[in-house]
């Protein structure tokens, strides 16, 4: 059984299984879908509508594609202040609570890079020059704010990407999950969070080189992956990876191919498998120090777990 709504270009398709209901969307760039368990039509379509509609609003208002929106408004401030507004004022200081703790690895100020790196599987690397001279546009500490304002230095952009997407799966989650006590799961491309009364969720966990490398059952908690299997240059046998350190400039060297992450949140799991990521060989040590379950994909071996 299949109902669509067309809004702005926007599609959403609501499925049954059984008791399983599945309302499925596109939005920042993936497959999204809002799943629910044992309650009626009605019901599900108001669950998976409040889902869509907020992935949406969060793309539109956080989107560095867009011109439109707040961050296109900041980017283009020309070193004069911006005011945010509560919600954007949150996210940058979780932005900043990132930096510190990744001492500078990740910097929502990085997206500049993009200019000289082109992460489409051929073998086209920069030349140190074009990156190092877009070094100065990068930097967290650059950036200033005072209460509700802030400001960039000329020619520096705030990237949003690399925290939006979890930030959107734990938002839409908690507005869902305040209009039913049913058994609910939030997936945006893979990146989730879920609960349920007495039958767990089921998930499987997409490997690099095999469609599947595990499955995990929980009745409450998020799970969210880093990696690079679809985004990479490979030039004379040698991988680089799309995760750049802002620092250099230069993708991280021995990264892990994928880091999925089971936390209670979605943008905790997200930060840690991105901070995972950016140890390069060290990231099983940050993940054990963290005291989370995670699975780690070198190459094409097995998953690590722990």
Same mark, same amino acid.
């Given at each position: 059984?299949?109902?669509?709504?067309?809004?702005?270009?926007?599609?959403?398709?609501?499925?049954?299984?059984? =008791?399983?209901?599945?309302?499925?969307?596109?939005?920042?760039?993936?497959?999204?879908?809002?799943?629910?368990?044992?309650?009626?039509?009605?019901?599900?379509?108001?669950?998976?509508?409040?889902?869509?509609?907020?992935?949406?609003?969060?793309?539109?208002?956080?989107?560095?594609?867009?011109?439109?929106?707040?961050?296109?408004?900041?980017? #283009?401030?020309?070193?004069?202040?911006?005011?945010?507004?509560?919600? @954007? #004022?949150?996210?940058?200081?979780?932005? +900043?609570?990132?930096?510190?703790?990744?001492?500078?690895?990740?910097?929502?100020?990085?997206?500049?890079?993009?200019?000289?790196?082109?992460? +489409?599987?051929?073998?086209?690397?920069?030349?140190?020059?074009?990156?190092?001279?877009?070094? =100065?546009?990068? /930097?967290?500490?650059?950036?200033?704010?005072?209460?509700?304002?802030?400001?960039? *230095?000329?020619?520096?952009?705030?990237?949003?990407?690399?925290? /939006?997407? $979890?930030?959107?799966? +734990?938002?839409?989650?908690?507005? #869902?999950?305040?209009?039913?006590?049913?058994?609910?799961?939030?997936?945006?491309?893979? +990146?989730?969070?879920?609960?349920?009364?007495?039958?767990?969720?089921?998930?499987?966990?997409?490997?690099?080189?095999?469609?599947?490398?595990? *499955?995990?059952?929980? @009745?409450?908690?998020?799970?969210?992956?880093?990696?690079?299997?679809?985004?990479?240059?490979?030039?004379? /046998?040698?991988?680089?990876?799309?995760?750049?350190? =802002?620092?250099?400039?230069?993708?991280?060297?021995?990264? =892990?191919?994928?880091?999925?992450?089971?936390?209670?949140?979605? @943008?905790?799991?997200?930060?840690?498998? @991105?901070?995972?990521?950016?140890? /390069?060989?060290?990231? $099983?040590?940050?993940?054990?120090?963290?005291?989370?379950?995670?699975?780690?994909?070198?190459?094409?071996?097995?998953?690590?777990?722990?």
């Amino acid at each position: 059984m299949k109902q669509g709504k067309q809004k702005q270009d926007r599609e959403l398709v609501l499925e049954q299984d059984g =008791p399983l209901w599945r309302g499925r969307f596109a939005a920042m760039a993936s497959p999204c879908e809002c799943l629910v368990r044992g309650v009626d039509e009605h019901r599900a379509r108001q669950l998976a509508e409040t889902v869509a509609e907020e992935a949406w609003r969060i793309e539109h208002k956080y989107s560095r594609y867009r011109d439109d929106n707040l961050v296109a408004a900041i980017n #283009a401030g020309d070193e004069q202040w911006v005011t945010l507004d509560e919600e @954007t #004022a949150r996210l940058m200081d979780f932005a +900043d609570q990132c930096w510190q703790l990744s001492e500078g690895a990740f910097d929502i100020t990085s997206g500049v890079l993009r200019r000289a790196w082109r992460f +489409d599987g051929s073998d086209r690397i920069p030349e140190p020059e074009q990156v190092e001279a877009l070094l =100065p546009l990068v /930097g967290w500490q650059k950036v200033e704010r005072d209460g509700g304002r802030i400001r960039l *230095q000329k020619g520096m952009e705030l990237d949003l990407g690399g925290i /939006g997407k $979890e930030y959107a799966v +734990d938002s839409a989650f908690q507005l #869902a999950g305040k209009l039913t006590d049913a058994d609910l799961l939030v997936n945006f491309g893979g +990146d989730l969070v879920g609960r349920a009364a007495e039958i767990p969720w089921q998930v499987g966990m997409e490997g690099t080189a095999r469609p599947m490398v595990g *499955q995990l059952q929980f @009745t409450s908690g998020a799970l969210a992956t880093s990696g690079d299997s679809r985004r990479f240059l490979l030039r004379e /046998g040698i991988r680089y990876s799309h995760v750049l350190d =802002p620092r250099s400039g230069w993708p991280v060297t021995d990264a =892990p191919r994928a880091v999925t992450v089971f936390g209670q949140q979605c @943008t905790q799991a997200g930060l840690l498998s @991105t901070l995972a990521l950016l140890q /390069g060989r060290e990231a $099983e040590n940050l993940l054990r120090e963290a005291g989370v379950q995670y699975w780690i994909q070198w190459g094409d071996d097995a998953p690590v777990t722990g």
